[in-house]
């Protein structure tokens, strides 16, 4: 059946690129905490340079999930794949836009030196980081299913 050795071997590069999004937000979501422990006046450029990346390669896999939907009449299993990859993305995404937002904050306190950090930042910045990391577990997990 050549069309599902087809469609087998799109949705491994769309898992591909559903593993280098996740790969590139969670770089976004260690430059935003370590920003917040440690803010650096350059903080804003490198969080734009990563959101930048992570927002052409949400695009590319958007187009190339819909083209798989609309020309290649994906059977349900399938079907059902490509539209959690999008959904997916979509999450993965916005962590990736927040950690831009917390980023630019952090560039925002190096500059002005406003507050001084709470001594439970660096506690809840561990806890952000597993839970992501855990997240990730469980995309690998079921991507092998």
Same mark, same amino acid.
């Given at each position: 059946?050549?069309?599902?050795?087809?469609?087998?071997?799109? #949705? %491994?590069?769309?898992?591909?690129? $559903?593993? @280098?999004? +996740? *790969?590139?937000?969670?770089? &976004? /979501?260690?430059?935003?905490?370590?920003?917040?422990?440690?803010?650096?006046?350059? #903080? %804003?450029?490198?969080?734009?340079? $990563?959101? @930048?990346? +992570? *927002?052409?390669?949400?695009? &590319? /896999?958007?187009?190339?999930?819909?083209?798989?939907?609309?020309?290649?009449?994906? #059977?349900?299993?399938?079907?059902?794949?490509?539209?959690?990859?999008?959904?997916?993305?979509?999450?993965?995404?916005?962590?990736?836009?927040?950690?831009?937002?917390?980023?630019?904050?952090?560039?925002?306190?190096?500059?002005?030196?406003?507050?001084?950090?709470?001594?439970?930042?660096?506690?809840?910045?561990?806890?952000?980081?597993?839970?992501?990391?855990?997240?990730?577990?469980?995309?690998?997990?079921?991507?092998?299913?």
């Amino acid at each position: 059946m050549p069309h599902q050795g087809f469609m087998d071997r799109r #949705l %491994g590069e769309v898992s591909g690129q $559903i593993a @280098d999004l +996740v *790969d590139l937000v969670g770089k &976004a /979501l260690d430059l935003a905490v370590d920003g917040l422990i440690t803010p650096r006046p350059e #903080l %804003g450029i490198e969080a734009r340079a $990563i959101e @930048d990346e +992570v *927002d052409r390669l949400d695009g &590319a /896999l958007e187009r190339d999930c819909q083209d798989l939907m609309a020309l290649r009449s994906p #059977l349900a299993g399938d079907l059902m794949r490509l539209i959690t990859s999008m959904r997916l993305t979509l999450i993965i995404e916005d962590i990736g836009d927040q950690a831009e937002s917390i980023a630019r904050r952090g560039r925002y306190l190096a500059l002005h030196h406003l507050v001084e950090r709470p001594p439970e930042l660096l506690a809840l910045a561990e806890t952000v980081r597993r839970c992501f990391r855990r997240a990730v577990a469980l995309i690998d997990r079921a991507d092998q299913a």
